[in-house]
């Protein structure tokens, strides 16, 4: 318990350490899943292969059609920051199969007799995902720059994307992980996982602008996170491209919904022991 001065107020000092001895519990979990990429590496290079069919096949098949893009910007470049978001959307939305097999396989337990509260654990795996993620945007970013998009290079602009591709991945990572809490089998997760990836990614501006969906269809993408990732990246990732919500805006729906997911994946993380 932390400690309290003498108007009953907790003691400074001692609510720093608590913050620090929190993050330092989050940084040790997503440094835990971090490594595992060490022992899997060819799961890097099989990432890969969707983007580049993605941009090469599709992206250079749809160029040719005149006035999908909006704001009279290549197809390609608008496609890019798109098939970015959804390569890191379907690192992270399988994310919580490895939650069941750490379950399987006793490692679930030792977390939960640990001392990290339950939402530093999910905290950490969401952190982990975004690392992840980031492994898709290097594949990208080079993809893009051989096929000639007009990718900014500014500093500022790649650590924004940088930390929206780190806040989307924790977002979704932490909706697998409540999915996982739900059904407790990989084959119940496999399942879900590819029935609800491709509604979120169609459902989106990821492929083409909201002006060509009906109205039902842009009013569901509208309620849609990845919408907002996209709308980000896309004005971060390309030069002279404008966001069509706001920065602030889109960062704040993506925290904010994932601060709520960390919360309810924190009170259902200890039911998948049973």
Not at 40 to 46: A, G, M, N, Q, S
Not at 65 to 90: E, K, N, T
Not at 230 to 237: N, P, Q, T
């Amino acid at each position: 318990m932390a400690q309290s001065d003498v108007t009953g107020r907790p003691n400074a000092d001692t609510v720093e350490a608590s913050t620090d001895n929190y993050l330092t519990q989050v940084f040790a979990v997503a440094a835990a899943e971090v490594q595992k990429l060490y022992h899997d590496p060819i799961e890097l290079l099989t990432r890969a292969v969707q983007p580049v069919l993605w941009l090469m096949l599709f992206g250079e098949v749809m160029a040719r059609v005149r006035g999908v893009a909006p704001g009279g910007i290549p197809y390609l470049d608008f496609l890019a920051a798109g098939i970015l978001a959804q390569s890191a959307l379907f690192v992270a939305i399988f994310y919580g199969i490895s939650a069941i097999w750490e379950r399987d396989l006793g490692i679930l337990q030792r977390y939960l007799v640990s001392p990290a509260p339950r939402s530093a654990l999910v905290a950490g795996k969401a952190m982990s995902a975004g690392v992840r993620g980031l492994s898709q945007t290097f594949i990208v970013y080079l993809l893009a720059l051989l096929l000639g998009v007009g990718v900014s290079l500014d500093p500022f602009h790649i650590s924004g994307v940088v930390a929206v591709i780190i806040l989307g991945s924790a977002l979704f990572s932490t909706l697998s992980l409540i999915i996982a809490c739900i059904v407790k089998t990989r084959e119940r997760f496999m399942g879900i996982g590819q029935v609800i990836t491709m509604p979120i990614f169609f459902a989106s501006n990821a492929i083409y602008p909201l002006s060509l969906m009906p109205n039902w269809l842009r009013g569901v993408s509208h309620i849609n996170p990845l919408t907002y990732e996209v709308d980000a990246l896309r004005a971060l990732m390309l030069a002279n491209v404008e966001s069509e919500y706001g920065l602030i805006f889109d960062t704040s729906v993506l925290a904010g919904v994932t601060i709520l997911l960390v919360a309810i994946a924190s009170k259902m993380y200890a039911r998948m022991a049973y």
